[in-house]
């Protein structure tokens, strides 16, 4: 199967503690999004990539947060000293680029904070 | 910015009757307007997209709607099967401003009754 992977698929972590997620694209994708969705909400944005630039960003993505994609293909995500409202599920999607190219969506993490 | 409404939160319905879920937009300038199934566990999944140059589209069972005018779209599902039982989210983007943001309706749960 060639679509958007995204690991791990659960984390459980403390209040406090530092989290990384990975998403691997659609190989032929050059843009990559995360969105973040709580039970019961559609997806909300939270930053996309062109190649390896980040080229927007919301402002749910607070300074906790720090997205990457180093060399254009993979992403990771990281939240700096979690807190319970990061609890939630982390989306990644890809699409090739032009605006309104179709994004495709992984399967997510579920980020459980204690 | 862009608000998305979506219609209803819930809708049972028996087999092969259909369904109808309807979205309105607050953004005159957004032109994209994706339909995802999201089944339990999983990431949203594209399974239909109209663009406003376009009044109508259909794929087999499922088809969706644009009025410009008045702001709204709908996704129809005839002949409902108990595999079309999901959450189903409607967005919307303007791709010629913001280059990432799709905007998500909360969702509507989706039963179909054998």
């Known amino acids: 199967d060639t679509g958007v992977s995204q690991d791990p698929r659960h984390k459980i972590t403390k209040r406090g503690q530092n989290v990384t997620f990975r998403c691997d694209p659609i190989s032929e994708h050059n843009r990559l999004y995360w969105y973040r969705q709580t039970l019961g909400q559609g997806p909300e944005f939270l930053t996309y990539f062109q190649n390896e630039a980040q080229l927007e960003k919301s402002r749910l993505l607070s300074d906790r947060f720090s997205a990457e994609r180093p060399k254009g293909s993979f992403s990771t995500l990281e939240i700096q000293r979690t807190e319970q409202g990061d609890s939630a599920m982390y989306l990644c999607?890809?699409?090739?680029?032009?605006?309104?190219?179709?994004?495709?969506f992984g399967d997510g993490t579920r980020l459980s904070i204690l | 910015g862009e608000n998305v409404e979506q219609h209803p939160s819930t809708l049972s319905v028996q087999e092969g009757d259909s369904a109808v879920i309807k979205c309105t937009y607050s953004?005159?300038?957004?032109?994209?307007f994706p339909w995802y199934k999201q089944e339990l566990g999983k990431g949203p999944q594209l399974i239909i997209d109209i663009r406003s140059n376009v009044g109508e589209k259909k794929d087999q069972r499922i088809a969706v709607t644009l009025n410009k005018t008045a702001k709204h779209f709908s996704l129809h599902i005839t002949e409902t099967q108990p595999e079309d039982s999901a959450v189903y989210f409607c967005?919307?983007?303007?791709?010629?401003?913001?280059?990432?943001?799709?905007?998500f309706g909360k969702g509507t749960k989706l039963s179909v009754k054998p």
């Open positions: 999607a890809s699409s090739f680029t032009g605006a309104d190219q179709p994004q495709h």
């Open positions: 967005a919307a983007m303007n791709y010629g401003g913001s280059q990432g943001n799709l905007i």
């Open positions: 953004d005159s300038a957004s032109n994209y």
